[in-house]
């Protein structure tokens, strides 16, 4: 049975996202016909105001209000002589979750993966090189994810950054906790024992 034009477009929309597949999307699109009318439009204006009113931190790259700077960057509580370099906004997020950093942040938004046609000139680095020229930073740490883009894109930041005289870290990589060492696999086994520290 077809569906109305309108569901049916609607439908199309949610499958459009990350992880929503073609039943989920219709159940959506049902869920927003079962909404009040005064729901709808406020979905509908949330919708249209994230892209309208939300750009990137002219500073790190981390989303903020149009005309304004991230949270993280106009706090100057935070330490601005340390910059943890990130592939996108969601790690920004699981990095604050963990309230383990207190410096500031360098969204790339993306790694460098030659397949996908990414290249070093189509993510955030001339503007992290240019943070780190200004003076001020002490540190970079390299916080991409523990995978192959993640790791090459590391490596080639931290090689951009050496003769810039700035400390070059990479975060560390292992077994997780509560994790069981029969069930981690080898290559985490191998990082985890490579990145051990003294107690």
Do not use: W
């Amino acid at each position: 049975m077809n569906l109305p034009e309108p569901i049916a477009r609607l439908a199309d929309h949610f499958a459009r996202l990350p992880g929503i597949g073609p039943k989920t999307a219709q159940r959506l699109a049902f869920a927003v016909l079962a909404t009040e009318q005064p729901r709808v439009e406020a979905f509908a204006a949330a919708l249209h105001a994230c892209k309208t009113q939300v750009a990137l931190c002219p500073i790190c790259g981390m989303y903020c209000t149009k005309g304004e700077s991230c949270p993280v960057c106009y706090n100057d509580r935070r330490d601005a002589s340390v910059i943890c370099v990130v592939r996108d906004p969601r790690d920004v997020l699981a990095m604050e979750r963990a309230h383990g950093f207190s410096g500031h942040y360098h969204v790339l938004h993306g790694v460098i993966a030659p397949m996908s046609g990414v290249g070093p000139d189509d993510i955030r680095i001339d503007s992290l090189l240019q943070r780190v020229r200004n003076g001020g930073v002490e540190e970079v740490i390299l916080a991409t994810d523990p995978d192959v883009e993640g790791d090459v894109t590391a490596m080639y930041i931290a090689d951009l950054l050496a003769p810039l005289g700035v400390k070059v870290t990479r975060i560390a990589y292992g077994v997780p906790v509560g994790g069981s060492l029969e069930y981690t696999d080898d290559i985490t086994l191998q990082k985890a024992l490579a990145g051990r520290r003294g107690i």
